[in-house]
Every structure is written in structure tokens, then in C-alpha cells.
């Protein structure tokens, strides 16, 4: 049932945005006679007068069914996972509409994933993370946009606070820690008292160490993609959350280069991010950020020789072999000294070509090898350091070279 407002909660607004797109929901699932609701944070983001281009929608019962009819409609692609009871209509605009079967929660043991099983809205709201999560708009013809907020969850958007429903709420699911962060600090509220010590007291006692490695990076990669990054891991390292979970953490230095790298691409972000930890083979990260995040964090070794090297091909031979990623993250969190060489390597450098390559080598009679490299890593030194300028000096050094092979 719909819970009356309290004082100063906020109110849905009289004209709701998208309302004959979420007219058409409500009206597809009274088709196959089940009731439809906006839910989650697309709810607790209207009430805040927010807008995003994704929506949340729960529906009592053939979500497949619903979810089929609303891809028909739209000309799009539906895709269903019957053991989750949920799926997603793919729209045109690259937006997207998650549609779920209300459903109650049953955890087995700590961080462990639910059993779920068919509930109603109610019980349905019961599950969530937080009050503010916990809220839904009826979209069913007849009843559309009756709020439903049986845990004040407009009250705690009133009171500006993260609060979680129920005592247990860290321990069933340590990953709520992470996002009690992640909300408190995107949308400038406090965790309310009671919540932070429960999120402490879980954190002190290990659950988030129960994590599986794919949903602790999961929970990494949502905060590199926040615009407020750099107070979110900020909060992350004061809580020890991330100690929670990896054996080891760089905290030196890491919030001050975590700075510099403000406005970069998440991904960059996130091998940053994967730099500073102690990660194994249990964590299933990409072979290139896992290779990006080596390099950063290896790079002491380099710094040194590429704060003294003085000519372009020296600087050229030094970052090569370093993954691009790594580059961009570097180019941004070093000194002054050490940056310059690798952003003149990346803005020019590594776009130099030569008119001696594999081609014109095998032209000559060069078979691909050690000595095949030489030659073309010669040639291109010679050109980025001036020694040669035209074609035809590349041309002619790659012969004197290839010759000096064939004597050899």
C-alpha cells in the first residue's frame, strides 16, 4: 500500500518525465495481467528531480512475456535469463529497460548470491540495499503514479541519508558497502549513524573479503565510472573497505595521482586503480589491464632512465614495449621530468614510420629475424634523432645496412 507523505518528503511531480513511454509499460503489462513498476533508483532519482537515460522496471508476474511484447513494440532485441527472472529490451538510442519479476530473498550463507522466489511489490521492496532504493511507481493503468514507500525512503531522501532496511544488510551482502559509499557521495548525503556502524562492523569482522573477485571488481569499475572518483575511494581506503578485500594496497601516493587524473576515461581509471592492489589470478581482469596495470605498477624500475634520456630514439626504445593504457595513466601521474618524455612518445613518436620495413627488408633478400629488426629499429633511430630527413637517406641507410647483414 502507499504510505502517506511525511513532512518536507519529497512528492513525484505532477507530470512525470517519459510518461507515455511508462504509460506504454504500465498498459503492456495489464495486457498479460500483472502490475508494472518504475522501481529502485529511477524512483528515488525522479523524486530528487534527477534523470537518467535507464529504467527499472518490476512486474508481478511473465516478465518474459512483458518483456518480449515491449521488444515487438519497439523493434528491438529482448534478452531473458529465466534463472534470474529478469531481462533487458535493448533500445535504439543505446538505453536500455531492465525488466524483473517481483521477488522475495533468501541468503544462504555471508556475500553469498540469494535464492529468490516469486513475491509481490511489498516483498519485493523489502530486498533492497536502502530505504531510498526501496520505493516504487505503480504504472499500471488505473493506479499510475501511485508511490509506494513502505520503509520512508522519502523521508531519508528528505533527511539527505544512506540507511539500510534491515540489520543483516552488510553481512548478507557486503557489496551494499560499496554502494552505500557510492550513493552517499554522489548524491551529497550522509550514511545514517546506525548504517556506517553496521557497514564498519562488517567490514571489521571480513565479510567483504568473502566477495568473489567478479563482483569486487564489478563494484571497482561503477566507482571509476562516477564523476566523484576521486572522494569515493577516498571514503573507500578511510573505511579500509578495499584492505577488506585485497591482501595488499599502495595507498602511498595513490589519492594525490588519483587527482591528476581527473576527466580521464574509466578504463584508464580503473588500471590505475588495479595498479595499487595486490591482485592474483582470481581476479578476472582482461589481459591488456592486467598488462597495463603491471607496467604501472612496475615502473620504478624505468623512471631513472627515462628521466635522463636525452635522445628520441632512446625514448622511443624505452616505451615501446609498454602498453598504450599504461602510457595515458603515466602521462598524467608522473613528475614533471618523466612526463614530458612519454607524452612527446605518445603524441608523436610512436607515429613515426620509415620507408624500411618488412617489405622493402624481404625486397633485399632480409629474412624476418633478429637481425631483420635491428635494421628497421636502426633506421627509425636514425630518424627520430635527425640523422636522416628523406626517404631516400632511409632508403639508403636500410641498403648499407642490409649489406653489412650480408657480409656478416
Known amino acids: 500500500m502507499a504510505s502517506k507523505p511525511e513532512a518536507g518528503a519529497p512528492a513525484p511531480p505532477a507530470t512525470l518525465p517519459a510518461e507515455p513511454l511508462l ?42 512475456l512483458v518483456g518480449r511484447a515491449l521488444a515487438e513494440r519497439f523493434g528491438t532485441r529482448f534478452i531473458y535469463h529465466r534463472r534470474f527472472m529478469s531481462g533487458t529490451v535493448q533500445l535504439a538510442d543505446g538505453s536500455h529497460i531492465d525488466i524483473t519479476r517481483t521477488r522475495t530473498e533468501e541468503y544462504p550463507g555471508p556475500a553469498v548470491l540469494p535464492r529468490v522466489r516469486p513475491a509481490g511489490i511489498e516483498d519485493d521492496l523489502v530486498r ?78 571480513g565479510f567483504p573479503g568473502l566477495l568473489t573477485p567478479e563482483r569486487v571488481l564489478y563494484e571497482l569499475r561503477l566507482v571509476c565510472a562516477e564523476p566523484l572518483v576521486l572522494p569515493m575511494v577516498e571514503a573507500l ?13 599502495a595507498e602511498r601516493g595513490l589519492l594525490r595521482r588519483l587527482q591528476r587524473l581527473a576527466g580521464i576515461d574509466p578504463e584508464l581509471l580503473f588500471v590505475f586503480l588495479l595498479s595499487r592492489l595486490s591482485l592474483t589470478d582470481r581476479f578476472p581482469v582482461t589481459t591488456g589491464e592486467r598488462d597495463a596495470a603491471r607496467a604501472v605498477r612496475e615502473f620504478d624500475r624505468l623512471r631513472p632512465r627515462l628521466a635522463r634520456a636525452r635522445r628520441p630514439s632512446t625514448v622511443h626504445r624505452l ?39 618488412g617489405r622493402f627488408l624481404r625486397s633485399l633478400g632480409i629474412r624476418p629475424g633478429p637481425a631483420f629488426r635491428r635494421i628497421i629499429e636502426k633506421v627509425r633511430a636514425a630518424r627520430l634523432d635527425g640523422r636522416v630527413g628523406t626517404r631516400e637517406q632511409e632508403i639508403e641507410l636500410g641498403r648499407r645496412l642490409a649489406r653489412r647483414q650480408g657480409n656478416g
Open 23 to 64: 504509460r506504454l509499460l504500465g498498459g503492456t503489462g495489464s495486457e498479460f495481467g500483472t502490475r508494472t513498476f518504475l522501481v529502485g533508483g529511477p524512483v528515488r532519482d525522479l523524486l530528487l528531480g534527477l534523470s537518467g537515460p535507464d529504467l527499472d522496471i518490476a512486474v508481478e508476474s511473465s516478465p518474459d
Open 237 to 249: 581506503l578511510r573505511e579500509k573497505l578495499l584492505h577488506a578485500c585485497f591482501d595488499s594496497v
Open 319 to 357: 616505451l615501446a614495449p609498454i602498453p598504450g593504457e599504461a602510457l595515458e595513466v603515466l602521462a598524467r601521474t608522473e613528475a614533471a621530468a618523466v612526463r614530458r618524455p612519454i607524452r612527446l612518445y605518445l603524441d608523436r613518436l610512436r607515429h613515426v614510420r620509415t620507408a624500411v620495413d
Open 128 to 205: 533492497r540495499d536502502f530505504t531510498i532504493n526501496a520505493l516504487a511507481l505503480e504504472l499500471s493503468p488505473g493506479s499510475f503514479g501511485r508511490l509506494i514507500d513502505p520503509h520512508c525512503g522519502r523521508l531519508d531522501l528528505a533527511r539527505r541519508r544512506v540507511r539500510v532496511l534491515h540489520d543483516a544488510s552488510f553481512r548478507d551482502d557486503p557489496t551494499r558497502a560499496y554502494r552505500a559509499i557510492r550513493f552517499a557521495v554522489r548524491l551529497g548525503f550522509e550514511i545514517e549513524p546506525g548504517t556506517l556502524a553496521l557497514m564498519r562492523a562488517a567490514i571489521r569482522e
